[in-house]
């Protein structure tokens, strides 16, 4: 029997089986994890072929009923490593204190607050392989100076290494989505460290590009600080991450 897709979580199947070994391969195991959590496994297409590997435990995290039971009557050796629950509110130290490698094939409709949630537990977290809709995917994984760059790029980039794998029809699904997939691959920047104040980095980041179209001395008028940088004079999608910091630090130094 297999699961009756609901809408409400975003609930489109991959069929094709290629595809799916493929986002599989995509997870780089010299990562240094022992570990990979799946998020929304549904019927397990990607799991399969996550438990063919033995160079890491496979757990997945599933919030749908009907899915856990069917996942645990097809794939017994995975029984005991079926969480159900929200990813949105559960935490990675509750499965281990080791690294955890996050891999799925994400409900596009909460993919922006996954990725909030992984940001705040990012030190667990060496890579994400993920597919999601295809213009997230590209807005991810852009680089600066260019109209795709926004809020979660530049708070995705400050910690990791982003990279465009490759696209998905709609075809590929059961039922089909509205738009394309695209697949990403994340890989934690440990040399990057965030060299300023992080609340304030986000708070930076967010008013800039508030009022994207604007230069950065308008943009950020909100904060009420006095600036002086080269910097004002660009538009929040120009700056890069190092940019940011370097702002972030101007804009600390000015609130002292
Ligand atoms: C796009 S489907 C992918 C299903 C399956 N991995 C596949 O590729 O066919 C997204 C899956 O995420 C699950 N899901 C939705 N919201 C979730 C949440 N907050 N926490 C965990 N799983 C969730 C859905 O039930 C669904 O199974």
Redesign the pocket.
């Known amino acids: 029997m297999k699961i009756r897709p609901k809408k409400s ?6 069929r094709d089986l290629s595809i799916a070994r493929r986002i599989v391969d995509s997870l780089v195991p010299h990562q240094g994890f022992q570990t990979v959590l799946e ?5 397990g ?2 799991t399969q072929y996550l438990l063919q590997n033995d160079a890491y435990e496979t757990h997945v ?4 009923r009907d ?1 856990v039971p069917y996942l645990k009557q097809h794939y017994p050796a995975l029984a005991p490593r079926v969480i159900e629950g ?3 509110r559960w935490n990675l130290s509750r499965l281990t204190e080791a690294k955890v490698a996050i891999i ?4 596009y409709n ?1 993919s922006s607050q996954i990725f909030f949630r992984i940001i705040d537990q990012r030190d667990q977290v060496p890579e994400i392989v993920c597919m999601l809709q295809k213009e997230v995917a590209r807005r991810l994984a852009s680089p600066p100076g260019n109209k795709e760059y926004g809020i979660l790029s530049v708070y995705l980039q400050a910690f990791y290494d982003i990279e465009y794998l490759f696209s998905v029809p709609p075809g590929a699904f059961d039922p089909p989505p509205k738009v394309q997939s695209g697949v990403i691959r994340l890989l934690r920047n440990e040399t990057m460290q965030l060299a300023c104040d992080e609340q304030l980095f986000f708070r930076v980041i967010k008013t800039g590009f508030n009022q994207r179209r604007k230069t950065l001395r308008n943009a950020l008028k909100p904060l009420g600080v006095e600036l002086d940088s080269p910097y004002l004079d660009q538009r929040a999608e120009q700056l890069s991450v190092a940019d940011f910091v370097a702002l972030t630090q101007l804009v600390q130094e000015a609130m002292e």
Not at 9 to 14: A, D, K, Y
Not at 61 to 64: K, L, N, R, S
């Open positions: 979580l975003g609930q489109h199947f991959l998020i929304g496994p549904g019927m297409v990607l995290i599933e919030i749908d899915s929200d990813f949105l799925g094939n994400l409900p909460i």
